[in-house]
């Protein structure tokens, strides 16, 4: 039953205040304070030291990473600096087509390319493409030998074959369609060269020989000009070297004079108009058969050989290749 304090009474406090206990304190009793008390300082030493190990790996970890941030941007900065010297180096400076596939280097072979710093006198590829064009037109427009030796290098040595090659001093105009129709000039050596299209819409590329800003047409290397007419040596099977600017490629082929395959590698040549072809020979083993061979990325190459057929040939059409006079159809000083 209730009841109802009076003034008398003493009333309990409503609330009375929790004992503050750790619950991982164990109640010690009178057997055994000092192994109680021993245990908690081992305990508190090994926290300590676990503190001081783990604060003292961090800091160790923190000077790494920082070691690594400062020379990972050291290493950045100097890359970034290079690129842009390296970029202002090769601004400006023209590419030059190098590409096994360009015909132009087909036809000038592998001309030693200058060395050094340009002429002052050398016409820029702006000055050049526009006084070349000209000077393209004026030869693809011209219909006798008298127009074109003043368009030509080397006129005195050009100008007796010009007109063993026009015996009657005239012949039509090539024409043209197209100047650059390649798009690009190619520097070759000492000399650049421009794809052209006639105005029988066949692309031939044209050869420059450039002396003190002065502008010259190879003549030899545009016609494909070689010591005598195809079908004369043929039919004459002279056996001693005659100069002719073939197209080669290797073949297997082997017959007459040449069927032995164990001593001889066999090549077809075809002439620059690709109306005549025959089949060169060369011993295999001998350094002239190594150079002869194309190169992996390319399955012809153009070049002035020295031909001969061997005596009392029963054969047209299979010759000895005696020597490579020059790699390529445009010869650096003419012979």
């Known amino acids: 039953m209730l009841k109802i304090p009076t003034s008398l009474d003493v009333t309990p406090p409503l609330m009375a205040p929790l004992r503050r206990t750790s619950p991982e304190e164990p109640v010690v009793t009178e057997d055994e304070p000092k192994k109680l008390k021993k245990r908690r300082k081992g305990r508190k030493a090994a926290e300590n030291h676990s503190w001081e190990q783990n604060s003292h790996t961090s800091r160790s970890s923190e000077k790494r990473q920082m070691r690594l941030f400062l020379i990972g941007g050291a290493t950045l900065l100097v890359l970034i600096v290079t690129g842009v010297v390296i970029s202002m180096n090769y601004a400006g400076k023209p590419v030059e087509s190098t590409g096994p596939e360009s015909p132009t280097l087909a036809l000038a072979g592998q001309i030693p390319p200058k060395t050094g710093e340009p002429s002052q006198t050398e016409l820029s590829d702006t000055a050049f493409l526009g006084a070349a064009e000209q000077l393209a037109r004026k030869f693809l427009t011209a219909t006798t030998v008298e127009e074109l030796l003043p368009l030509v290098r080397h006129p005195e040595i050009v100008g007796p074959r010009m007109r063993s090659f026009y015996p009657e001093g005239k012949f039509k105009a090539y024409g043209l369609s197209q100047f650059n129709s390649g798009g690009e000039a190619s520097r070759l050596g000492s000399f650049r ?143």
């Open 193 to 335: 060269a421009v794809e052209v299209m006639t105005g029988d819409f066949d692309n031939k590329s044209m050869v420059f020989s450039e002396t003190l800003g002065d502008l010259k047409i190879d003549w030899e290397s545009w016609v494909g000009w070689s010591e005598m007419p195809w079908e004369e040596f043929r039919t004459s099977k002279p056996d001693e070297g005659k100069v002719f600017r073939v197209t080669l490629s290797p073949v297997d082929y082997y017959n007459f004079d040449f069927l032995d395959e164990s001593k001889w590698q066999s090549f077809r040549l075809v002439s620059p108009d690709h109306e005549h072809s025959l089949y060169g020979y060369a011993e295999k083993g001998t350094a002239l058969e190594q150079r002869l061979r194309p190169s992996a990325d390319s399955s012809a190459v153009a070049l002035m050989l020295s031909l001969k057929f061997p005596k009392g040939s029963s054969s047209n059409d299979q010759v000895e290749i005696e020597r490579i006079v020059n790699e390529g159809w445009v010869e650096e000083e003419s012979k």
